[in-house]
């Protein structure tokens, strides 16, 4: 439960277009009578749109630089290695958001499932929620038909019954989504929905990067 609020840049590419004037300038004028050659009409491709990458800060992994070690749909595969300690890890940002009353100001929202061979820990599943949650409240995590009861520490979700976060995980890989809900400190209410896409793929990536 080392982490802490992520940075998510989003990564364009840019296009540059050249012309033909200097060539047009040498060709000979056309006889009078001559209509002009329609100028073909030439839309260039538009680039396929990158997904909006989270990247984790150094300060999520003790100071050590994460490496992307793949990116599948919406879900990032990290790894670092603190201390000589591997840590691997599944990031995600919401696909949306809503609060109720409507408009309240919060931090970005992340989704982990981290995988910390030293401690043996296998995909545990938290949720950077963004504000400061109210104090002895639970949340919810419903994904799968079915949902999760989370417990909260300051601006973080686990799930509340350790025995079922197999089965939660599971239900994760299969679905299309996950919903999470949550109560700030001030009353305000957060429905996230985070797209499940590529999580499967994400995990099954830590899963052989992380055995050390």
């Given at each position: 439960m080392v982490f802490r609020r992520l940075l998510a840049p989003l990564m364009m590419a840019s296009v540059l277009l050249c012309g033909a004037e200097s060539f047009a300038q040498a060709q000979n004028t056309p006889p009078p009578n001559t209509p002009p050659k329609a100028a073909k009409n030439v839309a260039a491709k538009p680039a396929a749109a990158k997904p909006d990458v989270a990247k984790p800060p150094p300060s999520m992994t003790g100071g050590t630089e994460p490496t992307l070690i793949g990116q599948f749909g919406t879900w990032g595969a990290y790894a670092a290695t603190p201390n000589g300690k591997r840590v691997c890890f599944a990031l995600a940002k919401p696909t949306a958001s809503k609060t109720n009353p409507p408009n309240r100001p919060r931090d970005p929202a992340y989704a982990f499932v981290s995988t910390r061979p030293s401690e043996k820990v296998v995909n545990e599943v938290s949720i950077m929620i963004g504000y400061a949650l109210k104090p002895g409240s639970e949340s919810t995590l419903e994904v799968g038909g079915a949902a999760y009861s989370m417990y909260t520490q300051g601006d973080g979700l686990w799930i509340k019954n350790a025995?079922?976060?197999?089965?939660?995980?599971?239900?994760?890989?299969?679905?299309?989504?996950?919903?999470?809900?949550?109560?700030?400190?001030?009353?305000?209410?957060?429905?996230?929905?985070?797209?499940?896409?590529?999580?499967?793929?994400?995990?099954?990536?830590?899963?052989q990067d992380c055995k050390r």
């Open positions: 025995a079922e976060e197999d089965q939660m995980v599971q239900a994760m890989r299969r679905s299309a989504d996950a919903v999470v809900k949550g109560v700030s400190a001030k009353g305000t209410e957060t429905t996230d929905t985070f797209s499940m896409k590529g999580l499967s793929q994400a995990l099954d990536r830590i899963a």
